[in-house]
């Protein structure tokens, strides 16, 4: 096994004015050496992520750490947040948590881990509660995000995608369609902007908007509407569509042949493609061959529209 490079660790304690509240800031720098196919784990309990995939052979990893608070809990916060940096197998690991938790009124803390490495790796974000910013093109690489309460915003490209967060959104615009895309938001919306072949999305409290699709997708939101985009879709494709309270509006190229349903408990229909239509009901025919589809509302309006 290669050997990893401590590139930087800085660390200092402040004692402010009485001597019974403290600051300490922790900054430390690391290097590995990147291993093609290996996943880069991240795992932080509040700490801001900031991953940029870009070439190189080595992936360096900058943390940083303010704790303030009572002179003791926060020398014991600090020391336990002091960042780990280990290899595990085919997992790299940059890790820095508390698993006790701590009394915000003694000690208050902020951290941010900036990332930078190639593509062609496999990233894992695990927060307990802070927001990440993944961007660049991670290659043939699949990421996950996995937080308590924290945003993801993408901007880059990978193979694969992954998310569930129960207190916050998901924004990914990808470079070219992902080859899947799943999304769980407990409390949040989900947007994807660049398509992909395969994508699932639930959301408990939030909207769902994804463009650029290009095949199977499977939506679930129990309070928001569901907005969806194919810019090309094969035969015997599966869309499903499952509204609580919020509309659904699908778009299809021209031509498309569905076969499948569409009922509305509370709301209209308006569909651009033939089918058997009563107020609340919409039965297709397309045959074999045909796009599976069904959607349901408990309250609210569907769409089959052409592009």
């Given at each position: 096994?290669?050997?990893?490079?401590?590139?930087?660790?800085?660390a200092?304690?402040?004692?402010?004015?009485?001597?019974?509240?403290?600051?300490?800031?922790?900054?430390?720098?690391?290097?590995?050496?990147?291993?093609?196919?290996?996943?880069?784990?991240?795992?932080?309990?509040?700490?801001?992520v900031?991953?940029?995939?870009?070439?190189?052979?080595?992936?360096?990893?900058t943390?940083?750490?303010?704790?303030?608070?009572?002179?003791?809990?926060?020398?014991?916060?600090?020391?336990?947040?002091?960042?780990?940096?280990?290899?595990?197998?085919?997992?790299?690991?940059?890790?820095?948590?508390?698993?006790?938790?701590?009394?915000?009124?003694?000690?208050?803390?902020?951290?941010?881990?900036?990332?930078?490495?190639?593509?062609?790796?496999?990233?894992?974000?695990?927060?307990?509660?802070?927001?990440?910013?993944i961007?660049?093109?991670?290659?043939?690489?699949?990421?996950?995000?996995?937080?308590?309460?924290?945003?993801?915003?993408?901007?880059?490209?990978?193979?694969?995608?992954?998310?569930?967060?129960?207190?916050?959104?998901?924004?990914?615009?990808?470079?070219?369609?992902?080859?899947?895309?799943?999304?769980?938001?407990?409390?949040?919306?989900?947007?994807?902007v660049?398509?992909?072949?395969?994508?699932?999305?639930d959301?408990?409290?939030?909207?769902?908007?994804?463009?650029?699709?290009?095949g199977?997708?499977?939506?679930?939101?129990?309070?928001?509407?569901?907005?969806?985009?194919?810019?090309?879709?094969?035969?015997?494709?599966?869309?499903?569509?499952?509204?609580?309270?919020?509309?659904?509006?699908?778009?299809?190229?021209?031509?498309?042949?569905?076969?499948?349903?569409?009922?509305?408990?509370?709301?209209?229909?308006?569909?651009?493609?033939?089918?058997?239509?009563?107020?609340?009901?919409?039965?297709?025919?397309?045959?074999?061959?045909?796009?599976?589809?069904?959607?349901?509302?408990?309250?609210?309006?569907?769409?089959?529209?052409?592009?």
């Amino acid at each position: 096994m290669r050997k990893s490079l401590v590139v930087a660790a800085v660390a200092a304690l402040c004692i402010v004015a009485t001597g019974a509240q403290a600051e300490i800031e922790i900054h430390q720098k690391h290097r590995f050496d990147a291993r093609p196919g290996a996943t880069v784990v991240v795992d932080v309990s509040f700490h801001r992520v900031e991953v940029t995939a870009r070439p190189g052979d080595s992936i360096d990893v900058t943390v940083d750490i303010t704790v303030k608070g009572d002179g003791s809990t926060a020398k014991n916060v600090a020391n336990d947040l002091q960042p780990k940096f280990l290899e595990e197998g085919d997992k790299i690991i940059i890790r820095s948590t508390r698993k006790k938790g701590w009394t915000w009124k003694s000690a208050s803390a902020k951290g941010l881990v900036t990332v930078q490495m190639p593509p062609g790796m496999n990233l894992v974000v695990d927060s307990s509660s802070g927001g990440a910013e993944i961007s660049g093109d991670f290659g043939d690489g699949v990421v996950r995000y996995d937080a308590s309460s924290g945003g993801l915003k993408v901007d880059g490209a990978m193979r694969e995608l992954h998310a569930d967060t129960s207190s916050g959104s998901v924004k990914a615009a990808v470079m070219r369609p992902l080859e899947r895309f799943t999304a769980d938001a407990s409390s949040g919306s989900v947007r994807l902007v660049g398509g992909a072949h395969d994508v699932k999305v639930d959301t408990s409290s939030g909207s769902i908007n994804a463009s650029g699709l290009l095949g199977d997708a499977s939506f679930d939101a129990s309070s928001g509407s569901i907005t969806a985009q194919w810019s090309a879709i094969p035969a015997n494709a599966t869309v499903r569509a499952d509204a609580s309270s919020g509309g659904v509006s699908l778009s299809f190229p021209a031509g498309t042949v569905f076969s499948g349903s569409v009922d509305v408990s509370s709301g209209g229909i308006r569909t651009d493609f033939p089918g058997s239509m009563t107020k609340d009901h919409l039965t297709l025919h397309g045959g074999a061959e045909a796009v599976d589809i069904k959607v349901d509302t408990s309250s609210g309006s569907v769409k089959l529209l052409t592009n």
